[in-house]
């Protein structure tokens, strides 16, 4: 068992939509979790960043954690076709310089 | 934000040649760097932490004498590729965490093709 979980898709959806990505994890440790976005052929980018359980909202995107179920995720409202790319999660056990747990990521595609 | 660079952006070799790529942080000092391959269509595999002035440490299955890493200074560390094969063909992506934040910065990645 991967220790992050993540649906690879591909996930398309009509531009407008609300787009639901989640990630399931096995380690109770961790305690920082992050959502990047990768466009084809470019490292990631830092969407959202949150600590231990709860809500965060950034603009159209809301990450939530419920360490309960070891379970996360990222929701995008208003979806653009800019928002097509592949999205990981990734966690940690602590923050600053340490080792991240990526999830296998999901390509969504906003469709006109 | 802070801002990660790598070059080169894309490197094509023949087999058994050595290719070294650099990790830049632009605007802040990392004592510790992550170097991380990534295969078409798959996630990020950690491959090393790169710690300024001393030995990179390896994760599981890394071959550290193929994939030389040098943290020379507080802004630079680069990853070699040894005697390259075409199974070395991937995507390399460097990350540094910026003292005193909670996020890591990436890289815009490097191509590597071996012919």
């Known amino acids: 068992q991967k220790e992050v979980e993540q649906d690879p898709g591909p996930l398309s959806v009509p531009e407008g939509a609300i787009v639901s990505l989640n990630c399931t994890y096995s380690n109770s440790a961790f305690q920082y979790f992050m959502w990047y976005r990768q466009y084809s052929r470019k490292g990631p980018e830092l969407l959202m960043y949150t600590y231990s359980s709860g809500n965060k909202e950034d603009g159209r995107f809301t990450a939530q954690v419920d360490k309960s179920s070891k379970y996360i995720s990222l929701f995008i409202r208003d979806s653009q076709p800019s928002d097509s790319a592949t999205y990981l999660c990734a966690m940690t056990l602590f923050q600053g310089a340490q080792k991240l747990v990526f999830g296998q990521g999901t390509r969504l595609t906003i469709n006109p | 934000g802070a801002v990660v660079s790598q070059h080169p952006s894309w490197v094509i070799c023949k087999s058994g040649t050595s290719v070294k790529i650099e990790c830049r942080s632009l605007d802040f000092q990392a004592t510790t760097m992550f170097w991380y391959r990534q295969f078409p269509k798959q996630s990020l595999m950690l491959m090393a932490t790169?710690?300024?002035?001393?030995?990179?440490?390896?994760e599981q299955g890394v071959e550290k004498d193929k994939f030389l890493i040098n943290h020379a200074s507080l802004t630079l560390s680069t990853l070699t590729v040894t005697s390259a094969h075409p199974e070395d063909s991937s995507f390399y992506i460097c990350?540094?965490?910026?003292?005193?934040?909670?996020?890591?910065?990436f890289g815009p990645g490097t191509r590597l093709t071996v012919l």
């Open positions: 990350s540094a965490p910026r003292q005193g934040a909670n996020e890591q910065f």
């Open positions: 790169s710690n300024e002035g001393s030995k990179a440490t390896y």
